[in-house]
Nanobody, 112 residues
Framework: QVHVVESGGGLVQPGGSLRLSCTVS????????MGWYRQAVDTQRELVAL???????EYAPSVKDRFTISRDNFKKVVYLDMNNLKREDTAIYYC??????WGQGTQVTVSS
């Protein structure tokens, strides 16, 4: 059974930074595509960033050059470093392992 747990969310002022972590247990993370998604109130869940097995990464246009996804396969952790946060980044952030396993989400609120 694969479990995915996010952490690191919180309240931050506009222009601030946060680091989200996603820990995978129950399996090796090495063969998984890992992704960060987010869902704001009354919107659909959207892709934020992907980390491919090859090491390639992808980003939504709205976060490119502000967010960075990285992974440590040995520790089985995926990170999302978020800089220059904007109010519109406020959402619940979810981690996804491969095609099947989601975490419970962590709230990020950007507000002054």
């Amino acid at each position: 059974q694969v479990h995915v747990v996010e952490s690191g969310g919180g309240l931050v002022q506009p222009g601030g930074s946060l680091r989200l972590s996603c820990t995978v247990s129950g399996a090796s993370m090495r063969p998984f595509v890992m992704g960060w998604y987010r869902q704001a109130v009354d919107t659909q869940r959207e892709l934020v960033a992907l980390s491919h097995v090859s090491g390639d990464t992808e980003y939504a246009p709205s976060v490119k050059d502000r967010f960075t996804i990285s992974r440590d396969n040995f520790k089985k952790v995926v990170y999302l470093d978020m800089n220059n946060l904007k109010r519109e980044d406020t959402a619940i952030y979810y981690c996804k392992a491969a095609e099947y396993w989601w975490g419970q989400g962590t709230q990020v609120t950007v507000s002054s």
